[in-house]
């Protein structure tokens, strides 16, 4: 499996990364040990998950980073894994409150400290800022994260649901101040196109025009979560949810009749599109069975042409 090298670090994560939000509620103990060997001998290394996972689980708070960090010691592959984890993120309600500006040094400090802890190790690789607030300026942003980068506590610094104006924004203070910027952003992509609108929930965002123009010309990475469409491609949303559309619809029987010239399934060429785009793209995918990540995990092996790709983007 191919590498992709991090600016500022010599970090590299691979073609496709493994979010672990079930780590501790659904996957837990030798599951979780099961899972993540089968990952890591299939050539991944990078294991996704946050401080706010999961939350929406009765008991689920912090459980994600706690049972990573566990399996990983169980496993003794610290050296062969990239740990990415994230904080700062939009109020949960009663069972994860958040001011509005969650993106304060406070919140911050408070979030990065827990997720150390949780995950018993005293650096994470590459740490996301989950959401953005809109609120905190982007150089009181860039001067609070250096420090955390100086201090060792975290290899490299990620935006996740950033627009991608905020983003250069704080990286053109960050070269102008001579620090360290956004190494790699991390947003909703598939093949299948979710039917919201980014300005319902500007906290959320997703792979548009916007995203491909200045990804192409900065050629920062981009760690896409959502990369199956919720098992869109394995048949799965069609008649109702975020993906049902007669533009997906479209895409998914390109991509059946596609998947039967190449011998290989949907699924796989959904993966395959996004590692064929014109910049780098890491599909994050979940799941809690070994026969779904080898389905995944083999995506790598499927080669597309140009022709393949605009085709399946429902261009002729």
């Not at 959904?270 to 389905?295: D, N, R």
């Amino acid at each position: 499996m191919r590498k992709i090298k991090i600016a500022f670090s010599e970090i590299e994560i691979s073609d496709i990364a493994y979010g672990v939000a079930n780590f501790g509620t659904e996957v837990t103990g030798s599951k979780a040990d099961e899972l993540t060997s089968e990952y890591i001998s299939s050539g991944g290394n990078t294991l996704d998950t946050a401080h706010c996972y999961a939350f929406w689980e009765k008991g689920g708070l912090g459980v994600s980073e706690k049972e990573l960090g566990a399996a990983i010691r169980r496993l003794g592959c610290r050296e062969s894994v990239v740990i990415v984890s994230k904080g700062g993120h939009t109020d949960g309600g009663s069972d994860y409150p958040r001011p509005a500006d969650f993106l304060s040094e406070k919140i911050i400090q408070s979030d990065l400290n827990e997720s150390i802890d949780r995950l018993g190790y005293d650096i994470i690789d590459i740490y996301f800022l989950h959401r953005d607030d809109g609120i905190t300026p982007v150089s009181e942003i860039i001067e609070m994260m250096n420090i955390h980068l100086r201090t060792g506590a975290i290899r490299v610094l990620g935006a996740s649901n950033w627009s991608v104006e905020r983003i250069e924004s704080a990286n053109s203070y960050a070269r102008e101040k001579s620090l360290q910027g956004f190494s790699i952003s991390q947003i909703a992509g598939s093949l299948a196109v979710p039917d919201w609108e980014v300005t319902t929930d500007p906290t959320m965002r997703y792979i548009s025009t916007d995203e491909i123009s200045y990804h192409t010309k900065s050629r920062m990475p981009v760690m896409a979560y959502s990369s199956t469409a919720c098992g869109y491609f394995a048949g799965k949303g069609h008649d109702k949810g975020n993906y049902a559309s007669k533009e997906n619809e479209i895409r998914y029987r390109r991509s059946k009749e596609l998947s039967v010239e190449l011998e290989c399934t949907p699924t796989q060429i959904a993966i395959s599109w996004l590692l064929h785009q014109p910049f780098p793209v890491v599909p994050l995918f979940s799941t809690g069975k070994i026969e779904h990540m080898q389905e995944v995990m083999s995506s790598v092996k499927v080669t597309l042409s140009h022709e393949q790709v605009k085709w399946l983007n429902g261009s002729e």
